[in-house]
């Protein structure tokens, strides 16, 4: 029996403008169906557009391309039956838990006598019954987070998006709030007909989806769809558990596409924010387990967060020392080079491989070349970058190039004047 189809974007794509006559992909050709008694987890490293695609989803923000329909309608504006939990608690300091909460009735045509007896309903539900008329500096982090949910769920919404709503709590407070989530969903507590949930945290996903979308970044695209058919409560040390985290990261890190080619490509190529002596440190360490280790076992052995290891990842597939396969990062031969080779070795090793395989390293170094001082100042370059990324990311990756560049000791910086400039006379006339 085919379920109902509760929200859909149709070809959604949006830019936005970052100059004159200058526009930003962030998202590209999403087509995503969310049926009745979905939970859906939307996953993708910084800078996916994850946020702006829960936003379009919502309401607030138009895509510049394509459709949104909620329930087989076009969605124009904001709609009630669309509730949204932010990451940022987002209160009124000055209003009261039950205040608060009976916002999100604000213009119904409930009478003050429901919309009273409504919000506490859904204060009780979410485990604050004796708070009403507590004040949010009252309360701690994971309380006013309940009082967030509260106010979406007041709305009795068809459709709960949740962006990143666990993400600001300690790891406890965390995990608490995500399971009586999953018991009021399971139990049929919730009003709404589906879930979607933006997070950066895979075990969260695996742990509360039943489907999960992954997106690549630059601009943000569908990567993957993997459905999580796992009885609940899920068990975190089962095979198939792990799997589907092995599955997941596998794609994360994996590249969608080869390299652009220099000066050529339509698009211009994503150096992960990732320095030298981090990726070297993961190198020397998974070299010390043998050459290969399971991304999951190894970010939780690091503590480290997918935003936080993912960027080693990345800037090691692109540099060619390592690779990614069934839910491991592996060295390559040139991976166990670069680890076991002494400092003047590796230099030259990481010399070759940045020249090789990192688009603006070798755009950087023709510059240098072309102009007779070879001397050029970091704007130059940043107005390039603009072209393609947001004025904060283009500054990211020239900082990215130019901690490589150095290391690598093709060009050198100067902090005073912000100039990149050749130090050795052997660069000019290659």
Known sequence: MSREIIHETIGVSKTFQVGKNKELPVLEDINLKIHEGDFVAILGQSGAGKSTLLRIMAGLIKPSKGKVLFKNKPLEVENPKIALVFQSFALFPWYTVLDNVKIGLVGSDLSEEEINERAIKY????GLDGFEDAYPRELSGGMRQRVGIARALVVEPELLLMDEPFSSLDVLTADNLRGDILDLWHLGKIPAKAIVLITHNIEEAVSMASRAIIMSHNPG????????????????????????????????VKPTEEIPKYLTAEK?????????GAIAGLIELVHDKGGR??????????????????PLIEASVILGFGETKEGDFLLTEKGKKWAEADTLEKKEIFKESALQYVQLIRQIMHVLRTINKHRVSEDFFIDILK???????????????IDWGRYAELFAYDYDSGELY????????K
Do not use: C, G
């Open 123 to 126: 204060i009780d539900l979410v």
């Open 221 to 252: 695209r569908i990567k993957a769809e993997i459905e999580i058919n796992l009885p609940y409560p899920r068990n975190k040390n089962s095979r198939d558990f792990k799997f589907i985290l092995d599955k997941i990261y596998t794609i994360l």
């Open 387 to 401: 072209n393609h990324f947001t004025v904060d990311e283009a500054w990211n990756q020239l900082e990215t190039a």
């Open 422 to 429: 050749f130090e050795e006379p052997e660069f000019v006339d």
């Open 293 to 310: 280790v399971d991304i999951y076992a190894l970010s939780s052995e690091l503590s480290m967060e997918i935003d936080d290891i993912f």
């Open 268 to 276: 211009f190529q994503f150096l992960p924010h990732a320095k030298v």
